[in-house]
């Protein structure tokens, strides 16, 4: 039996939209069929003009909501203390046994720690820290964010019930790098985003978006720096010239970080013709369409906590060419369509996409659907 405790869970709000914030709906979502569970978004993560993706920042572009009857509020902003009496209000009012905070950027943090704060003023319930990255490269490069999210962050870790990550890698990481027991951290699985409908039929998905050509290599996401994406580019242009030429490299992706070495890069290419960038955050109901004409999906990363990108590829039976790194070596490990290579190994990924020419297999889906992951939630709940 699933105890009775109310869960209030933390994170962003679709305003600054991002794979925390459909990981945020999709968890609330799926416990809310076993708990009554309440939600508390940050609206307003930081000035608009700062963020990477502030051309898609308060467009609808995606179709994903809390379900009804599920509370929300919506949201903190990160300089209107208004809107932080508000969410101790909301608190207040829904009383909730368990507070999950997400964690994956420090720009929140003074406002998860606002949260922690108004906790103790009232039914004092047990606090979770859910960790989505252990430490951002680019925040731990500029030394104000890195003082401020040093401050805060141990602030704000100090003493929690528990805390979860995705992987047995994050957690020796989570525990060495901020000094928990290791025996505070529970590692839950992340659940596949399956929520992008059925794959099209691969001739009218390519149709659809003009490609011709017979063999599609599909990067998908956000672009930033430690994606890898330069090697995959290079590797594309070391495959053989008869395969080249029915060959099609889909970079589909919201730039975010060294946008003019990209574009350098791709101009410069001997094969500029046939790489195809997309530079966008891609609205809920194209997700389908790029996956359905892609025959392979090549997430080259250099570092990785966990890729919310493979979970939509194992979703729809994608093989997946992915570097073998960090927690991705575990949510990937017993999908049958994983191709692991070397982060950073241009012959290696080259060949992994040569293996995949001309074979359009279609792989099972991991057994990470939501309710399997929320009893996982439950256990932990139960047992503090």
Partial sequence: MTSNK????????????SGISYYTIR????MSVEKEVSVVCFRQLLPTFLFPGKSHVGKNISDL???????VFNGMDYNNPLTWIQAYRFLKAQKPDIIVLQWWTSSIAHMQLLLKIFAGFLNKPKIIIEFHEVVDPFEESILPIRLYSKITGKLLRKNLDAYITHSESDKELVAKRYSISPEKIHVIPHGLYDQYGKLLDIKEARKNLSIKDDFVILSFGLIRKYKG?????????QLPPKILEKSRLLIVGEIWEDRKELLDQIKASPFH??????DEYVPDEKVNLYFSAADVVVLPYLRASQ???AHIAMSFGKPVVVSEVGGLKESMANYEGTFFVPPADIDSIREAILNQFGERKHY????????RIINCYIELIQSI
């Fill in 364 to 371: 099972e889906a991991p057994d990470q659907k939501w309710d």
């Fill in 273 to 278: 013709d046939k790489i195809t960038l997309v």
């Fill in 27 to 30: 968890l609330a979502n799926a």
């Fill in 6 to 17: 109310s869960v209030c869970i933390v994170g962003p709000s679709k305003r600054f939209l």
């Fill in 307 to 309: 890729s919310g990108i």
């Fill in 229 to 237: 994406t330069p090697y995959l580019i290079r590797a594309f242009e």
């Fill in 65 to 71: 909501n809390f379900s009804p009857g599920i509370p």
